[in-house]
């Protein structure tokens, strides 16, 4: 098992920091695709949201 630590950091708090155990043949996007999930989840946490919405020309 390999350990990988993540981290969040709004500027405005302590950073949030968690580590995440992998196989070793974890490949770096299965480590990215994780911390995507990881980032917006903690995101969601902070109460920052954001969205988006097509426009009309």
């Known amino acids: 098992m390999k350990k ?3 981290e969040f950091n ?5 950073p949030v920091t968690e580590v995440f155990e992998f196989e070793d ?3 770096e996007a299965e ?3 994780e911390f995507r999930e990881w ?3 903690e ?3 902070a ?3 954001g969205n988006f919405e097509e426009m009309e020309e």
């Open 47 to 49: 109460g920052i949201g």
């Open 4 to 6: 990988v630590k993540f």
């Open 10 to 14: 709004d500027s405005c708090q302590i």
């Open 43 to 45: 995101l969601d946490i």
């Open 31 to 33: 480590i990215e695709k």
């Open 25 to 27: 043949e974890a490949t």
């Open 39 to 41: 980032f917006f989840n």
